[in-house]
């Protein structure tokens, strides 16, 4: 018997233990991608994802030494830094199978941006703005976490394509704009050479950041200052790497051409021919030189303090957001395009940990790169397994290969930058808001450009997500009506006259709409909430006043349901208010105490309320609230037709 029991208790044991496993199994695949895909690796799938891995580390290893001197103005080895932890986290966490992590350009240049604006209030010196920068990785990468843990994955929908473009655009600009000086060897801090330019009166006297549009006038006050050998070198490297672009781009571009990494190309022909020509000590160019590499053990951010995370809070939460918009953006796009799916709240934890991690490697934040995620796919990318072989590429890089790029002239690296900034800018996407003539898009996107080239990037990063999110807010609130009327039409099955309930507004010469005298029938054409109830009774007014949804308060009433009482001489004045919830899918408890009051001031009018399709999933609260017995039971129907015959 006892053995038995035992027995038992064992098979029960083993049971729940199964059970358990087939309940994680399935989540730990979700919320751990690698667990999911790394055990059913196919082994024919490693060469092509080890070509795309070293085909990304090609293009990644430039940009990213490009990006840390020249945008953030840091060390070198610090965009290493940024591509090996994210790219090794992502790899583990992500579900993009195509996805390039590292620093981007636009990221670097709000990085930069921040870095530099307010790095006066805290009296820092240069040695400071790598750990500052790292310290908003940090920043940027729990924001994203929490954005994600907390499911907030639909924000990449809340963000307008109008505003988002002309910020892009102008970021694109003001990246030019801010590598000019180094194409031409300009000092950015250098007096006017010209002090009769026309835009003298524009430019700031004062010792702090320029906009952009002042940097650009004081570029073209100094040009005199451009140190020629620089910008030859300068103009052949943006026209190598242009015309590779433009024959790469070209449908009859052989595969081979299309790998081709011009970016590595024009690095080590620039590098070997300044090393052995000695272009810094003959020609006087300017070199990287500050080429210390090696491995950097996992530490917090020296100079992290309460102060400077109150002071990053806002910069760290726009680069969160424009980073996470541009990553779901192109993992979606090569998600649809193999057939697999990503999901928005998990790559936000993704790059949230990437972040983090990066971090503490003096990484700054680190996010998708479209030019680079091309590159991936082109090349032949099967999974996540060609993101950890540009890590690994990168590793070494950064160990041993480092010192080699001493004699990379700095031109170059902003040249490489220059190119990689004229890819953001969406042209097609500006043509189209032209050819449909979207004005109000058009001014969005200008309002944005304008701001961001002549205040600074900040605050048009700042306008853009907000009014993004202001327009969400103001569109939101607004619920969505429709007065009806009556049509009759001619059934084409049958031949018979029916008469249906239209919007007043349809443009349908054959079966004109004819108010009721009387009677006003409203659709609710949404659930009803908190927030899109505000200014439900302004709105119903309007209708009972001007008959119409859409005009101005200002106008003169219309003679019909113009009357605010009910009189027994004016034989149109409204009688009866019908409303058709049939697509009112939900209500909460501030939506039905404004109906309940909406029902009772026209109650105390003399003006019978008539629901007609109620759903029964809403039908509770009316019941609870007192509504459903205030109306009447005998005042719910079907159809409309029957609410206007009772």
């Keep these: 018997m006892q053995h038995d029991t035992s027995t038992n208790n064992e098979s029960e044991s083993r049971s729940t233990a199964t059970g358990f496993i087939q309940y994680l199994l399935p989540r730990l695949r979700y919320y751990v991608p690698v667990t999911g895909w790394l055990p059913v690796y196919k082994r024919e799938c490693i060469v092509d994802d080890a070509v795309a891995g070293l085909s990304v580390a090609c293009l990644l290893i430039p940009q990213a030494l490009s990006y840390a001197q020249a945008i953030v103005r840091i060390a070198p080895v610090h965009g290493l830094y940024t591509c090996f932890a994210p790219l090794v986290c992502y790899t583990m966490l992500g579900m993009s199978r195509s996805l390039a992590v590292g620093p981007e350009a636009l990221i670097s240049i709000l990085v930069g941006a921040a870095v530099r604006e307010r790095s006066t209030s805290f009296n820092a010196s240069d040695s400071d703005a790598a750990d500052t920068a790292a310290m908003l990785a940090m920043m940027v990468g729990f924001f994203t976490f929490a954005l994600g843990f907390f499911r907030l994955g639909f924000i990449d929908s809340v963000l307008s394509r109008a505003l988002l473009r002309g910020f892009v655009s102008a970021a694109a600009c003001v990246i030019v704009i801010d590598q000019t000086p180094v194409l031409l060897a300009i000092d950015p801090n250098s007096p006017s050479t010209n002090s009769t330019f026309i835009f003298n009166s524009f430019v700031s006297g004062e010792e702090e950041e320029k906009s952009p549009i002042e940097t650009l006038i004081h570029i073209l006050q100094n040009l005199s200052a451009t140190h020629a050998p620089t910008a030859i070198i300068s103009i052949l490297s943006i026209a190598l790497l242009v015309i590779f672009r433009h024959v790469k781009s070209r449908k009859s571009a052989s595969p081979l051409l299309r790998l081709t990494p011009e970016i590595l190309i024009l690095v080590v022909s620039s590098t070997l021919l300044s090393a052995i020509f000695k ?12 080429v210390q590499g090696g491995f950097r053990a996992p530490q917090w951010p020296a100079t992290m303090t309460l102060a400077k995370l109150r002071y990053y809070v806002l910069s760290a939460i726009l680069i969160s957001v424009i980073g996470f918009v541009e990553s779901i953006v192109i993992a979606k796009t090569y998600a649809t395009k193999h057939n697999y799916s990503v999901s928005p709240n998990r790559e936000l934890v993704a790059l949230g940990v990437a972040n983090i991690v990066g971090s503490l490697f003096g990484g700054w934040p680190a996010f998708g790169s479209l030019g680079r995620s091309a590159v991936n796919d082109a090349a032949g990318a099967k999974t996540q397994l060609a993101g950890l072989v540009t890590g690994g590429v990168v590793l070494v890089t950064m160990l041993y290969l480092l010192p080699l790029f001493y004699y990379l002239p700095k031109a170059v690296c902003s040249s490489i930058i220059v190119v990689a900034a004229m890819k953001l800018i969406e042209w097609h996407d500006i043509e189209f808001i032209l050819r449909v003539r979207a004005w109000n898009d058009l001014g969005l996107l200008l309002l944005t450009f304008g701001t961001t080239m002549f205040v600074s990037i900040e605050v048009g990063t ?30 084409p099955a049958s031949g018979q006259i029916k008469q249906k309930f239209r919007p007043t507004n349809t443009s349908d010469s054959s079966s004109p709409v004819h108010r009721i005298d009387g009677c006003l029938i409203l659709r609710i054409e949404e659930g009803l909430f908190f927030g899109n109830t505000g200014q439900l009774k302004e709105r119903l007014k309007r209708v009972e006043v001007h008959g119409e949804m859409h005009v101005h308060p200002g106008e003169a009433p219309r003679e019909t349901h113009a009357t605010p009482v009910v009189r027994q001489d004016v034989p149109d004045a409204l009688r009866c208010v019908i409303f058709d919830v049939g697509a009112m899918t939900a209500i909460d408890a501030s939506a039905t105490q404004t109906l309940l009051e909406i029902v009772e001031a026209y109650r105390a009018r003399g003006i019978t309320t008539c629901f007609v399709k109620l759903r029964e999933s809403c039908k509770p609260w009316f019941t609870r609230s007192g509504l459903y017995n205030l109306v009447g039971s005998h005042h719910f129907f079907e159809k409309i037709s029957d609410a206007i015959e009772f």
Excluded at 279 to 290: F, I, P, Q, R, Y
């Design 279 to 290: 272009w810094d000590e003959t020609l006087g160019v300017a070199v990287l030189k500050d």
């Design 462 to 491: 700042l306008i853009s997500v907000g009014t993004s999110l202001l327009l969400v807010v103001k569109h939101t609130t607004k619920t969505r009506i429709a007065v009806l009327g009556r049509a009759v039409v001619v059934d």
